[in-house]
Every structure is written in structure tokens, then in C-alpha cells.
T-cell receptor, first 115, second 117 residues
Framework: DQQVKQNSPSLSVQEGRISILNCDYT??????FLWYKKYPAEGPTFLIS?????DKNEDGRFTVFLNKSAKHLSLHIVPSQPGDSAVYFC??????????????FGKGMKLTVNP | DTEVTQTPKHLVMGMTNKKSLKCEQH?????MYWYKQKAKKPPELMFV???????INESVPSRFSPECPNSSLLNLHLHALQPEDSALYLC????????????????FGQGTRLTVV
């Protein structure tokens, strides 16, 4: 049972245009959401996060939107650059009973930005 | 230093072997994690250590044995693995939640590509 879903396996956009990556979740206990980017042969690297008490967080070309009632978040990259081509993972975080933070990842989406 | 270093990068082991994966960070993070990632799948949490104590074990088989000898090091001891255990094993670290940090980024290592033959 997937708690974090990225339903589109891939996306291809032209350089300079907007990339929109979507993510849905099912568990209401998640209270932080994060996006990670992964290049081949490297570990995931953190991009941006958002708390469940906010609906938008912006960092340079990256903006994450959260619709809590729909249990949906999206990552907008504008303008897209060829160097953004990578696999993007959506992740959701919840605190466990022991006080540790647990991250659950989506399957990832491969973004290709064409020059 | 914002690196998480994992060794070895690649490991091939037989089903009767005993081996260990190592992970090191010097960011002062007190939460450390092991994830397993199979091809075309998301990273799946295996273990979480918080302040050198095991706080989460995601029902991982006992042939995987984690160890946190100090706040900078995390090991994963492997024994009697099966071919289906072949995967990328990722270590990560983050600031602890006790000090109020939530949703802060976890830094990942490059991973160890494990092949069990």
C-alpha cells in the first residue's frame, strides 16, 4: 500500500518552460513534505520542503505547493534548465511514537529538460 | 562538511559471507538511517538510530544487523544474505527531532551497490 504516490514516471519539458511534478499522499499523520533530486550513481539530494501548516514554499526557481485537503503537493521548477534533468522523489515525514522522524518516499519521476 | 561517506561503493558477496557496510558523517547529526533501494523503486527505510540508539526497525530480517558505535558512524553488518537482497543501500543523516528540528533535510551518501551471488 503506497502512502506516497508519484503517478507519472516521467516528464519531458523544453528549457526555459515550467516543470510541474505532482505527488499524492494518503496518510494524514504526515506533517512535513520534501522533494529530493537524484542523479545516477549518487544519493538523493534535498531540494525543498514544506510544513503541513503552510501551502507554499519558494526557494529560487523551486516552489512547492501543498493542498492538504486534497492530500496533494506539487513541485514547480521555473525556468527549467537542462541541469535539472534527474529523478525527483517526493517524500513525506511523520514522527514515530519514539520521537524519530520517518521518511516515506514516492517511486520517483524522471524529468528531462531538453535544450 | 556536508557529506555522508559510504564504503565500499560496490560489494559482491556470496550467500555464506559476512560483510559490513560503513557510513560516516561529521555534521553533528544525531539521527542516522539505513535505506534500501531496488531498481526503479523508491528508497525504503530499514533502520533509524537516534542518539546512537536504535529507534526504528522496519521489520528487517535479522541477516541485516545495524550498529552505531558512535555519533559519527553507522554500520550495517550482513550475514547469510539472499540474492534478492541485492540492491543499493543508502545511508542518511539528519538533525535530531529532540531539538525541535522537523522536516529538515536528510543528507544521503552515494550508496553501496550490493550484489549477492
Amino acid at each position: 500500500d503506497q502512502q506516497v504516490k508519484q503517478n507519472s514516471p516521467s516528464l519531458s519539458v523544453q528549457e526555459g518552460r515550467i516543470s510541474i511534478l505532482n505527488c499524492d499522499y494518503t496518510n494524514s499523520m504526515f506533517d512535513y513534505f520534501l522533494w529530493y533530486k537524484k542523479y545516477p550513481a549518487e544519493g538523493p539530494t534535498f531540494l525543498i520542503s514544506i510544513s503541513s501548516i503552510k501551502d507554499k514554499n519558494e526557494d529560487g526557481r523551486f516552489t512547492v505547493f501543498l493542498n492538504k485537503s486534497a492530500k496533494h503537493l506539487s513541485l514547480h521548477i521555473v525556468p527549467s534548465q537542462p541541469g535539472d534533468s534527474a529523478v525527483y522523489f517526493c517524500a513525506a515525514s511523520a514522527l514515530t511514537q519514539g520521537g524519530s522522524e520517518k521518511l516515506v518516499f514516492g517511486k520517483g519521476m524522471k524529468l528531462t529538460v531538453n535544450p | 562538511d556536508t557529506e555522508v561517506t559510504q564504503t565500499p561503493k560496490h560489494l559482491v558477496m556470496g550467500m555464506t559471507n559476512k560483510k559490513s557496510l560503513k557510513c560516516e558523517q561529521h555534521m553533528g547529526h544525531r539521527a542516522m538511517y539505513w535505506y534500501k533501494q531496488k531498481a526503479k523503486k523508491p528508497p525504503e527505510l530499514m533502520f533509524v538510530y537516534s542518539y546512537e540508539k536504535l529507534s526504528i526497525n522496519e521489520s528487517v530480517p535479522s541477516r541485516f544487523s545495524p550498529e552505531c558505535p558512535n555519533s559519527s558512524l553507522l554500520n550495517l553488518h550482513l550475514h547469510a544474505l539472499q540474492p534478492e537482497d541485492s540492491a543499493l543501500y543508502l545511508c542518511a543523516s539528519s538533525q535530531d527531532t529532540d531539538s525541535g528540528h522537523r522536516g529538515t533535510e536528510a543528507f544521503f551518501g552515494q550508496g553501496t551497490r550490493l550484489t549477492v551471488v
